[in-house]
């Protein structure tokens, strides 16, 4: 926790974060995940004054089950980005406690040499601070580094079911990895994950596993050949990569490549780019909505209309709706 001690003044964070200085890049995501009630304040109000130098990246989601080779690949493909002077900012989120690396220091070693570029500004999320396998302040710390200048913006989450509606909801590309192996593979990737994914890319496609890779991905050819459907301008791709030959990496990039030159070219980016800002406000009008129903002082009444449902006296409805009466009722008192 921050707290009002160690805070700047929001144009500090600003005029920092616009001159792409890293520190108080750092600084102003911890202000974001602070849960210190002033810092969410002077949060909130640096976000304001920063959103028009945001929505300037390729937000890019990698997902795959622990093991895949996700920052390997992060790794690789990363450095593949900023050897062609293309800044980029890794975003790593990892709710599994399963695995040893999965600290701050962990993902630093992880990506050794990117932690090192200066092209390259990696934060792992805080731990804790993780719903259905991405952070809540991952959305924020994106927009962070968008207006740090940042045009490739790579969320890594660990494809753990619920995250990939989730991460859907805030990227523009979603790319999904999966092991070099057949059959088995293939059933351990959820249906959801696979229908939202925009390309999935078999990992680890050298030396001996170079005739797995190929048979696994002639079969996600075939499995994405089935998923597929006709009213959407992408159809979703399969390929196969190698982080420690570099092979795939190109194709990888010039696959996105594509798919953002179409996307643009048909108005679906910017549409989507709408619908997930709007998306957005209605998850805050839900939150904001629930905190002030728990300000409410309804317990009380609460505790005495589950008694009635408990105990049959009146159907679940009408007690339901007699607390948003009660609800109604307490905001009037409010107002007066
Ligand atoms: P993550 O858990 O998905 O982040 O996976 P890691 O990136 O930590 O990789 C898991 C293991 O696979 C490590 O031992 C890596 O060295 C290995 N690995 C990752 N990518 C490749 C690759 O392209 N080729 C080979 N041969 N091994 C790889």
């Known amino acids: 926790m921050q707290g009002s001690r160690f805070r700047k003044s929001t144009d500090a964070y600003r005029q920092g974060i616009l001159e792409g200085d890293r520190i108080i890049l750092s600084q102003a995501i911890t202000l974001m995940e602070s849960a210190h009630e002033e810092d969410q304040r002077a949060a909130r109000e640096l976000l304001e004054s920063l959103i028009k ?8 989601g990698i997902t795959g089950p622990p093991g895949v080779g996700k920052s390997t690949f992060i790794e690789a493909f990363g450095k593949h980005l900023t050897e062609q002077r293309i800044p980029i900012a890794v975003l790593t989120i990892d709710p599994s406690s399963n695995r040893s690396q999965g600290s701050i220091l962990g993902d630093k070693t992880r990506m050794h040499d990117l932690s090192k570029d200066p092209l390259a500004y990696i934060r792992p999320s805080a731990s804790g601070n993780v719903l259905g396998g991405v952070a809540q302040k991952t959305r924020e710390s994106m927009l962070l580094c968008e207006a740090a200048g940042y045009k490739i913006i790579l969320i890594e989450t660990v494809g753990v ?45 050298d030396g001996d596993n170079v005739a ?44 996105i490549q594509e798919f953002e030159r179409g996307s643009k070219l ?10 997930q800002r709007v998306q957005w406000m209605n998850e805050y009008f839900q939150q904001l909505l629930a905190q002030d129903i728990e300000q409410a002082n309804l317990v009380e009444q609460k505790l005495n209309h589950e008694r009635a449902v408990m105990e049959n006296r009146v159907t679940p409805f009408s007690a339901a709706k007699a607390i948003l009466q009660h609800y109604h009722e307490e905001i009037r008192k409010r107002k007066s």
């Open 266 to 275: 048909s108005g679906r980016f910017e549409e989507t780019r709408k619908r």
């Open 161 to 205: 079911g619920q995250s990939e509606t989730a991460i859907k909801d805030m990227i523009d590309f979603f790319l999904l990895l999966a092991l070099p192996g057949a059959g088995d593979e293939l059933q351990g990737i959820k249906k959801g994950i696979m229908e939202a994914a925009d390309a999935i890319v078999v990992t680890k496609a």
């Open 53 to 60: 130098h945001t929505g300037q990246s390729l937000r890019i």
């Open 212 to 255: 797995r890779a190929t048979l696994a991905l002639s079969e996600f050819k075939h499995a994405l050949h089935l998923l597929s459907s006709s009213d959407t301008s992408w159809t979703p791709r399969a390929l196969a990569a190698s982080s420690v030959s570099g092979k795939g990496l190109d194709e990888i990039w010039l696959m």
